[in-house]
T-cell receptor, first 115, second 114 residues
Framework: AQSVTQLDSHVSVSEGTPVLLRCNYS??????LFWYVQHPNKGLQLLLK??????LVKGINGFEAEFKKSETSFHLTKPSAHMSDAAEYFC?????????????FGQGTTLQVKP | DAGVTQSPTHLIKTRGQQVTLRCSPK?????VSWYQQALGQGPQFIFQ???????QRGNFPDRFSGHQFPNYSSELNVNALLLGDSALYLC?????????????FGSGTRLTVV
């Protein structure tokens, strides 16, 4: 069975400082991994996606994530936080090439950005 | 180009009633998946529709049912509503059932059961 664990339910950073949101996954197969962001009253937006190509994945708005198979981790980072980054972030795993369409979400991490 | 459209945005129902939620996929997408997001939780997969058939189902009771129309739009029906059904219901569309090219999510329908 596949699962994801987001290690922090809440992260608070100051504007201009680095962001680190941690995610560990469990999968019997080589998974597809995603990070999604959810702003209040808005739909989920894809930040980035890992599908067994480069282990360092660059996404939108300056975010990137590194796939580390040995650590079963897929942490999300950003060098400098902006006030607009305050939102809920979800680490997501999907069964590879199974055509199930089932995304498995973590519990989410709330990112607070202080001025 | 419109993304995924869901209606209504909010609604309030009484325990025991039935509700229908609607979703129009992004232009060009033929696959629709539904998710339930309880307050403070990540979304949970309900089911996926492709070619007007339910292709995959998550761990939800038969009170949850759906339909996909020839124009690829979809409905989610919930019967005999329980207080625990209160949640944000999200619709996601994709070009294929496996989401090879990604999923586009709507803003959701906030259902409150009282």
């Amino acid at each position: 069975a596949q699962s994801v664990t987001q290690l922090d339910s809440h992260v608070s950073v100051s504007e201009g400082t680095p962001v680190l949101l941690r995610c560990n996954y469990s999968s019997s197969y080589s998974p597809s991994l995603f990070w999604y962001v959810q702003h209040p009253n808005k739909g989920l937006q894809l930040l980035l996606k890992y599908t067994s190509a480069a282990t360092l994945v660059k996404g939108i708005n300056g975010f990137e994530a590194e796939f580390k198979k040995s650590e079963t981790s897929f942490h999300l980072t950003k060098p400098s936080a902006h006030m607009s980054d305050a939102a809920e972030y979800f680490c997501v795993v999907s069964p590879p090439s199974s055509n199930t369409g089932k995304l498995i979400f973590g519990q989410g991490t709330t990112l607070q950005v202080k001025p | 180009d419109a993304g995924v459209t869901q209606s209504p945005t909010h609604l309030i129902k009484t325990r025991g009633q039935q509700v229908t939620l609607r979703c129009s996929p992004k232009s060009g997408h033929d696959t629709v998946s539904w998710y339930q997001q309880a307050l403070g939780q990540g979304p949970q997969f309900i089911f996926q529709y492709y070619e007007e058939e339910e292709r995959q189902r998550g761990n939800f009771p038969d009170r949850f049912s759906g339909h996909q129309f020839p124009n690829y739009s979809s409905e989610l029906n919930v019967n005999a509503l329980l207080l625990g059904d209160s949640a944000l219901y999200l619709c996601a569309s994709s070009l294929d059932s496996g989401g090879t090219y990604g999923y586009t999510f709507g803003s959701g329908t906030r259902l409150t059961v009282v």
